[in-house]
């Protein structure tokens, strides 16, 4: 293993849980995120020789994850029917059931709105989520407002 490849296994190491809990988000189950998973690491890998660390290397992270997850999500939706949603709490207590639902609400919205209630949900601030999607943290604001509204409508 040179170089290269060790820095890239301690990046993925580092950053695995948040790059899962993108795939999860946009995946509709356990093996779907699975597959966006190995799609997002391949994107990482083929970008990680020209990352120079002028970003934020989680920053870096989640712009990569969250464009290939849209990317597949805008593929999958030109070429396939919706498939339901499976059970991803299989608990029926009243905090999974409010999980659930609140999951299966997220999977309704948009691609881009998605991204961003997943970065406010990963306590990011306003800044952050601005710089990774690319608006102005007031935009940010802005569609919080609107999605959450949303969100309560459904």
Known sequence: ???????????????????????????????EANDLMQEVLIKLWKGFGTFRGECDEKGWI???????????????KLNT?????????TDSTPEN???K???????????FDRAIVLLWLEDMSYDEIG??????????SVRL???KEELKKM
């Open 1 to 31: 293993m040179d170089n290269n490849e060790r820095e890239f296994s301690l990046l993925v190491k580092k950053h695995k849980e948040t790059i899962y809990t993108v795939c999860l988000m946009f995946g509709k189950d356990q093996d």
């Open 62 to 76: 989640w712009r990569i994850a969250m464009n290939t997850c849209i990317t597949q999500d805008r593929k999958k």
């Open 81 to 89: 029917t919706e498939v339901p949603v499976d059970n991803l709490l």
């Open 97 to 99: 059931k409010q999980m």
């Open 101 to 111: 639902m609140l999951h299966e609400r997220i999977q309704k919205l948009q691609p």
């Open 131 to 140: 710089a990774i999607v690319g608006i102005s943290s007031k935009n940010v």
């Open 145 to 147: 407002v609107r999605i």
